[in-house]
């Protein structure tokens, strides 16, 4: 067997990493020249109210745990006098974001099932086998997460217009004890309410009706 082994002196995880790095870097490269193509189609079609000014270069890590470095141009925009990444504001990326949306969504799942920012940073560069994205930026990106979610909720209760009426409402309280990670506070309370219109029997158990 140890003859055969100099044959091939990398093992299956070896490989498995190896060439997932690779794999990565053509991505990388070829994600670049889509994201220039786009750019080029967008300068073609532009409105005459946007002024080319220069062309300048951002990264973002992404979902393969490799950066893409692109090129795109930047814009004035005549009317609203600003200036402006048109290719980015196509893409949805917003001007001060570092992670691509996929490893975005990755992150802030590690960031919630994770004990801690720092574990989950750990974890995935224990994915990719090097370090993707600091403990500080999946707590910023939990964070950004938790505000989109929180405004979207209180839209939907200031546009909502129910008209629905009840005999009874029930009001159940209880409190949940979160961990704090960054705080001389140890524990903090959230307080969840449940709203139900009583008990309807399921089989054998019993079931709020919502």
């Known amino acids: 067997m140890k003859e055969f082994r100099s ?7 070896q490989l498995e990493y190896m060439l ?3 794999l990565g870097e053509a991505f990388a490269q070829v994600l670049a020249e889509v994201l220039w193509q786009y750019d080029c189609l967008i300068m073609e079609r532009r409105p005459e109210r946007f002024q080319v000014k220069q062309v300048r270069s951002r990264t973002i890590e992404t979902l393969l745990g490799v950066p893409v470095v ?5 814009y004035y925009d005549r009317e609203e006098r600003r200036y402006v990444y048109l290719l980015d504001e196509v ?7 570092t992670i691509s949306p996929g490893l975005r969504e990755a992150v802030v799942t590690l960031g919630v099932e994770c004990s801690s920012y720092r574990q989950a ?6 994915i990719y086998q090097h370090p993707v994205v600091s403990h500080e930026t999946i707590r910023r990106s939990v964070i950004a997460v938790g505000q989109i979610a929180a405004a979207a ?11 629905r009426c009840v005999p009874k409402l029930f009001l ?5 004890y979160e961990r704090l990670q960054r705080d001389r506070q140890k524990f903090v309370e959230e307080r969840v309410l449940i709203a139900h219109e009583g008990w309807e029997a ?9």
């Open 7 to 13: 044959l091939c002196p990398y093992s299956f995880k």
């Open 20 to 22: 997932l790095r690779k």
């Open 70 to 74: 692109y090129q795109r141009r930047l």
């Open 91 to 97: 893409l949805g990326l917003e001007p001060n974001e």
């Open 121 to 126: 940073a750990k974890a995935l560069a224990g």
């Open 153 to 163: 909720e209180e839209r939907q209760r200031a546009t909502s217009s129910g008209s």
């Open 172 to 176: 159940e309280v209880d409190g949940i």
């Open 202 to 210: 399921d089989g054998k158990r019993c079931q709020r009706r919502m």
